[in-house]
């Protein structure tokens, strides 16, 4: 057997690409490397952070982004993730920036099509975000969000969005767990066809269990899209005899 070399890095095949932010990351939280079942290459962007990638969209930190991704990949990532949903808007920018065959993933929003063709006639996915009053029409044109699909946000809840987007070092768990699962249920109670709910903010996840069980729906996020992601970079092999 001849072993190949090529890269300074093997055996995470996932390169994240995150924002600088100091507010506690929880396990199922993207930022913590205990989330995953399979080893993950991280890598910071200075200065990205949530108020400016959320609230002032992102605005001058696409080369930023680009660079970190290119070490990524040049460490050894196979694929690219992004850990913020309203990074959509740099899906395409970051897809051309990257050596072919090089995969890019930049935000939960992406799967929202693809769960509305598992969904039985008459129901649609909806959409949780943190901030609906920063998530624009462009964010979701970028992730191929269809036209009208229902948006529901922890922004009014109190301790969730505030804890992220202000950057806070602490935050109640339990009360964000709360804002979570009453959003949730808000969304479920304004749109009589909801059939399921996708997690736009990657700092969700710790909380999908939750919004299932009070839902009853099923529930999509960065975390579990990255796993799908994950499959295919590094399929299983069988051995047929």
Known sequence: MIAKGGKPIWGAAVGIV?????????????????????????????DATPDRVVRRGAEGLSGAFID??????????????????????????LAEALPVPVPVLTSSLMQV???????????????????????????????????????????????????LLDNA?????EAARADNVAAALALQRETPDLGAIVLECTNMCPYAGDIAAATGLPVYSMVSLVS??????????????
């Open 113 to 163: 099509e693809m769960v509305n063709r598992t969904l039985p006639a008459g129901r649609r996915a909806g959409v949780l975000t943190v901030s609906a009053s920063s998530l624009r029409r462009e964010h979701l044109v970028a992730a191929h969000v269809p036209e009208g699909t229902p948006i529901g946000s922890t922004e009014g809840g109190r301790e969730f969005t505030r804890a």
């Open 68 to 93: 970190a991704a290119r070490q990524l990949v040049a460490d050894g990532a196979d694929g690219i993730a992004t850990n913020c949903g309203f990074l959509s808007l740099y899906q395409r920018q």
């Open 228 to 241: 799908w992601f994950q499959a295919g970079l590094v399929p299983p092999r069988w051995d047929a005899r």
């Open 169 to 173: 070092p602490e935050m109640n768990i």
């Open 18 to 46: 995150m924002l600088e932010a100091r507010f506690p990351r929880i396990p199922g939280d993207m930022g913590n490397a205990l989330t995953w079942d399979f080893p993950v290459l991280y890598r910071v962007v200075r």
